[in-house]
């Protein structure tokens, strides 16, 4: 949970706003699933956040609230719950490990202090020893110290190993975790999270190379959606990706932005590289005819429309997106299924 509803749910207006979340969720027509709750909980415990606006932009549209929409909200904008989980459990066993590889130094150690003690003791008796016997027994009582020495010596290093794999092991099973929270399950594009982080790390950092941002939207999906239903609108969602998967390689930041809106972030390139890869990107989608999957019914052509905005020097990530969405709402405007720029409109204006 945000800090903001974290406080919410645990303050005096928590049932109030249990209730509110309740009849909100009645007023506009969606089931007070486990799921559904948390997320209007967040809704309207948090309205001005991503989660907020992107509810609110579903609701503006008309879009059905159905499960497949709510976990598909969920995976893009409740990923920490299932992290911080990994977290905890890989911080218990951790925890265990590092107490135990502690227990393994420790006897090594008083087992290394005991060998001084040994060694310190045998050197004052060979000093006074006379007869052989007794500097036999000396030896004896030295080869015996020396063994446990390193018994106690190989234990700890097979204990040290058998500690670095499982911390290995964890290190890339959070990586993995990491990898998941930050990943769209329909499209496997980065999330809007994930988009949301390394832009603002992009406009953060202090370097002079160019950056853009780009917005895409596939072109009447409600209609389609509402004709063919949600099953078949996410196969063309998940063709769209596919297609931008294949011209984004490298740094470039494919993203399911929210419903049906992609974004790309391009590190380091221009408008007029960006305009050359949109427009790749655009005749690529619209150049197949697809076919329903389950009745192999012909589905037509998908197209999109598509807005881009070059960063202006010391621009904050929300300004550089509100530029690329303005760019795309006039592609759509325009008669949809071409490309804009940011800087168009602004020589236009």
């Excluded at 016997?133 to 000396?138: C, E, Q």
């Excluded at 999270?193 to 939207?217: G, V």
């Excluded at 150049?287 to 904050?316: C, K, M, Y």
């Amino acid at each position: 949970m945000t800090v903001k509803v974290e406080v919410a749910v645990r303050g005096p207006e928590a049932y109030s706003l249990a209730r509110n979340v309740i009849a909100e969720m009645e007023s506009v027509g969606v089931w007070p699933t486990p799921l559904n709750f948390e997320l209007w909980l967040h809704y309207l415990g948090d309205p001005d956040g991503p989660l907020g606006r992107e509810i609110r932009r579903l609701l503006n549209d008309n879009v059905v609230i159905s499960d497949e929409t709510s976990e598909m909200l969920a995976a893009e904008f409740l990923p920490r719950g299932r992290l911080s989980e990994e977290i905890r459990d890989a911080g218990a066993v951790l925890d265990r490990e590092l107490t135990s590889i502690a227990t393994a130094i420790a006897k090594a150690h008083k087992t290394q202090a005991d060998y001084g003690v040994t060694l310190a003791d045998a050197s004052e008796t060979m000093d006074g020893a006379q007869d052989p016997s007794s500097l036999k027994d000396l030896v004896g009582g030295l080869s015996h110290a020396t063994r446990r020495v390193r018994r106690e010596t190989a234990i700890l290093e097979k204990r040290l190993e058998s500690s670095n794999k499982e911390i290995a092991r964890l290190q890339t099973h959070l990586e993995q975790v990491r990898r998941e929270a930050m990943t769209d399950a329909l499209t496997n594009l980065a999330n809007r999270k994930a988009f949301d982080e390394r832009l603002e790390e992009l406009c953060a950092a202090e370097d002079a190379s160019p950056l853009t941002l780009a917005i895409l939207d596939i072109d009447h999906f409600k209609r389609f959606n509402d004709t063919w239903g949600h099953q078949t609108g996410d196969q063309v969602l998940r063709y769209v990706a596919t297609v931008m998967s294949r011209v984004c390689p490298g740094d470039r930041f494919a993203t399911r932005f929210g419903g049906e809106e992609f974004a790309i972030i391009f590190p380091g390139e221009k408008a007029g590289s960006v305009t050359a890869v949109l427009e790749t990107i655009r005749h690529e989608v619209a150049s197949r005819s697809l076919r329903r999957r389950s009745t192999n019914d012909d589905l037509g052509t998908v197209t999109i429309s598509a807005g881009f905005a070059q960063r202006l020097p010391g621009e904050a990530a929300a300004a550089l997106l509100e530029r690329a969405d303005a760019a795309l709402y006039a592609s759509k405007r325009a008669g949809r299924n071409r490309v804009t720029g940011a800087s168009t409109l602004e020589k236009a204006a």
